[in-house]
């Protein structure tokens, strides 16, 4: 049975830096095919991607917020780890980090879904 | 960037069905996922790749696309199935990964 679940401060102050660590189990990040991925959600609003990190270090970020993201991730801890920089009240949200599956075709992946997801950690983002 | 869009409601009584859509540029050639979110709940997974319903969603719960169009079945709705429904999938490249905004279903 996969779970994650995320852990990181509740309050962080403008243009602090905000680190959240998704520690997981139920399958490796050593192992092909896997990644992690971080999802926000503000209060009342759809999910918004944004970051991702494969088996093997491959990283994606959400253009519009590229500049602010870093993810890691530390297989001997079963964690990734996502950093984001110059925090605004706008970013207030909870963020998720999931699971994510793939169907790869002669080594191209031809489709990709986050399940399952973590509960969830509320960030509130105030001075 | 691009964008999937959704009507932001839908209405049913119990036992009629409920069709959810999604539109977006690139679903003749991109998956279409969606998610169920019950209120205070992260998402879960209702339907991946267009029309596959994974193991323990009810068999109620059903999807297709076609074009430009996906859309989400409810047949028979539950009273449990109320909760905020999002579509996902990427742009034709993969380097944006979107979710809809949201369709509340109501049954009542």
């Known amino acids: 049975q996969i779970t994650l679940k995320e852990s990181g401060p509740t309050l962080v102050k403008p243009k602090q830096t905000l680190t959240l660590t998704c520690s997981f189990s139920?399958?490796?990040?050593?192992?092909?095919?896997?990644?992690v991925g971080w999802i926000r959600q503000s209060p009342g609003k759809a999910p918004e991607w944004l970051a991702l990190?494969?088996?093997?270090?491959?990283?994606r970020y959400s253009p519009s917020l590229k500049s602010r993201l870093t993810i890691t991730k530390d297989t001997s801890k079963n964690q990734v780890v996502l950093t984001m920089t110059n925090m605004d009240p706008v970013d207030t949200a909870t963020y998720y980090c999931?699971?994510?599956?793939?169907?790869?075709?002669?080594?191209?992946?031809?489709?990709?879904?986050?399940?399952?997801w973590g509960q969830g950690t509320l960030v509130t983002v105030s001075s | 960037s691009y964008e999937l869009t959704q009507p932001p409601s839908v209405s049913v009584s119990p036992g009629q069905t409920a069709r959810i859509t999604c539109s977006g540029d690139?679903?003749?050639?991109?998956?279409v996922y969606w998610y169920q979110q019950k209120s205070g709940q992260a998402p879960v997974l209702v339907i991946h790749?267009?029309?596959k319903r994974p193991s323990g969603i009810p068999e109620r719960f059903s999807g297709s696309s076609s074009g430009t169009l996906a859309t989400l079945t409810i047949s028979g709705a539950q009273v449990e199935d109320e909760a905020d429904y999002y579509c996902?999938?990427?742009?034709?490249?993969?380097?944006?990964?979107?979710f809809g905004g949201g369709t509340k279903l109501t049954v009542l």
């Open positions: 990190i494969y088996w093997d270090d491959d990283k």
């Open positions: 690139a679903l003749p050639k991109k998956y």
């Open positions: 996902y999938s990427t742009d034709t490249n993969g380097n944006h990964k979107v």
């Open positions: 790749e267009d029309s």
């Open positions: 999931a699971h994510k599956n793939f169907v790869i075709v002669r080594g191209v992946i031809i489709s990709g879904w986050f399940d399952p």
């Open positions: 139920g399958f490796s990040l050593n192992t092909t095919e896997v990644a």
